[in-house]
């Protein structure tokens, strides 16, 4: 069971990793056009170089993708409802994802900031959720298959 946890988590981590790569790859195309910038000025502003700036992101990634797949546990390691998880799952990630987004200046630490903050993360919550709802009950439907 631990083998299973760490490889989980260190899944997760090199997920966080590559989708925030790819997302850096992405806003540097649609801010900066032909300059990689793998983060926000306000957030170089707080190193004293860019390859500190850089590490730190990539370690912030992790950190996010380590979160998402520690908060999944929630989803096999409990016997509540698929609501009572779903709800604690949302929540959970939120308040542990929240801050790491600020620190990347992800998110302005205002009203505005937040609101749109919060509404981005329900949308993609809800995609999410919607994807592996679907993809739960096409998994249940072919082992129910089988079985008759």
Same mark, same amino acid.
């Not at 090199?14 to 990689?36: D, E, H, K, P, T």
């Not at 949308?123 to 919607?130: A, D, E, L, Q």
């Given at each position: 069971?631990?083998?299973?946890?760490?490889?989980?988590?260190? $899944?997760?981590?090199?997920?966080? !990793?590559?989708?925030? &790569? +790819?997302?850096?790859? /992405?806003?540097?195309? @649609?801010?900066?056009?032909?300059?990689?910038?793998?983060?926000?000025?306000?957030?170089?502003?707080?190193?004293? $170089?860019?390859?500190?700036?850089? !590490?730190?992101?990539? &370690? +912030?990634?992790?950190? /996010?993708?380590?979160? @998402?797949?520690?908060?999944?546990?929630?989803?096999?390691?409990?016997?509540?409802?698929?609501?009572?998880?779903?709800?604690?799952h949302a929540f959970?990630?939120?308040?542990?994802? +929240?801050?790491?987004?600020?620190?990347?200046?992800?998110?302005?630490?205002?009203?505005?900031?937040?609101?749109?903050?919060?509404?981005?993360?329900?949308?993609?919550?809800?995609?999410?959720?919607?994807?592996?709802?679907?993809?739960?009950?096409?998994?249940?439907?072919?082992?129910?298959?089988?079985?008759?």
């Open positions: 069971m631990t083998k299973k946890i760490f490889f989980t988590l260190a $899944n997760g981590f090199r997920l966080g !990793v590559f989708i925030g &790569l +790819l997302m850096s790859i /992405i806003f540097s195309y @649609f801010y900066s056009g032909s300059a990689y910038t793998p983060m926000p000025p306000d957030f170089l502003e707080k190193f004293s $170089n860019e390859l500190m700036a850089y !590490v730190i992101s990539v &370690l +912030l990634w992790g950190a /996010i993708g380590l979160i @998402f797949s520690a908060t999944n546990f929630i989803f096999t390691s409990t016997d509540w409802s698929i609501t009572k998880m779903t709800v604690v959970a990630s939120y308040i542990l994802f +929240l801050p790491i987004a600020f620190y990347l200046n992800w998110v302005d630490f205002n009203r505005i900031g937040m609101l749109v903050f919060t509404g981005v993360y329900i949308v993609i919550y809800i995609v999410m959720w919607t994807i592996s709802m679907i993809r739960a009950k096409k998994e249940i439907n072919s082992i129910n298959s089988r079985i008759h």
